[in-house]
């Protein structure tokens, strides 16, 4: 049963491409079974705008119609293509500083999601993976070594994780992203290791999911996020894990799925869990939403896996 817990569409995100439902259709057309839309939630500082919309004139203002345009089409799609594919509709969460918790906090209370993803994009309010330049304005920040800036940036996801315990963690590394060696293995820094596995216990302790997240392949890397020893870490836990894409674009719907499995395997990683509509609830603020275990090797026997070159 192949699904993505965690996609974008250059409608509601400016630095993908193509439209939601263009999305959905490409899903349903790979076979896969269940999708849960994902757009960034807004942001309500100036700062925070990205270049991308400064060019295109955005205001925060702006970001915050866009979002309420997401959830009204996402909920349209839901509906309309309810007898192709489970469309689950929730929102990533830009956690910049601590007040980004009031603006979750009102977004939950706005719209009914079924689901959030917790993520990082920013430690020092600055941008870690839009492109070199800010990231090194970040790792300046943190006193100019890449190990320094792991370490704020594992801090900052703790606080977001202890102020808004998110059903899924998104890309938990993607700190390594622009740094100077993308396939770091963070247990030669023992002081970033440590934070890593004690944002790895509290997250097994609410009851967290981490995402095995194949855009890390499309962008060079030689692992999805989270990389192997993090991943063996969480499986030692008893934590669970979803499968995403992480997709920006049609063409990136299901990318690398094939070479994911494949490491997911090599983990020992034998159940993942995928999100549904149903009763049996794994978060009371989503109360319309449950999650079921489905056995790795199975996976291969669909058809999506079948119409892989």
């Not at 119609?65 to 489970?86: G, K, M, N, P, V």
């Not at 606080?159 to 899924?168: F, G, S, V, Y």
């Not at 992203?177 to 790895?200: C, G, Y």
């Not at 790795?296 to 070159?309: C, E, G, N, S």
């Amino acid at each position: 049963m192949p699904f993505s817990h965690h996609s974008h569409s250059g409608q509601f995100c400016l630095h993908a491409k193509d439209k939601l439902e263009e999305i959905v259709k490409e899903a349903i057309s790979k076979g896969m079974e269940t999708l849960v839309l994902t757009e960034h939630m807004p942001r309500d500082q100036e700062g925070d705008i990205y270049p991308e919309e400064i060019e295109a004139g955005a205001s925060n203002d702006d970001l915050f119609d866009t979002f309420s345009a997401y959830h009204a089409e996402a909920r349209r799609l839901q509906e309309a293509y309810s007898s192709a594919i489970q469309i689950l509709v929730g929102t990533e969460i830009d956690w910049i500083r601590p007040s980004s918790r009031k603006i979750v906090e009102d977004l939950i209370m706005k719209y009914p999601f079924d689901t959030l993803i917790g993520s990082i994009h920013h430690v020092h309010t600055i941008p870690i993976d839009f492109d070199r330049l800010m990231y090194e304005r970040a790792r300046h920040e943190s006193g100019g070594a890449d190990e320094m800036l792991f370490a704020d940036y594992f801090d900052a996801q703790l606080a977001m994780l202890e102020a808004l315990r998110p059903p899924i963690v998104g890309h938990f590394d993607l700190i390594r992203l622009k740094s100077d060696a993308p396939n770091v293995n963070f247990m030669q820094h023992s002081a970033v290791w440590e934070k890593i596995v004690r944002n790895l216990k509290f997250i097994s302790e609410y009851g967290g999911i981490l995402e095995v997240d194949s855009a890390a392949l499309r962008k060079g890397m030689t692992e999805p996020y989270p990389q192997a020893n993090i991943c063996l870490e969480f499986l030692k836990l008893g934590g669970d894990f979803v499968l995403s894409d992480d997709s920006h674009a049609v063409n990136q719907v299901g990318y690398g799925y094939d070479r994911t499995i494949r490491y997911i395997e090599s983990l020992g990683i034998k159940e993942l869990v995928v999100l549904e509509r149903g009763t049996r609830t794994v978060d009371s603020r989503f109360p319309r939403v449950s999650a079921r275990r489905l056995l790795v090797r199975t996976l291969w026997d669909h058809a999506f896996f079948k119409r892989l070159p």
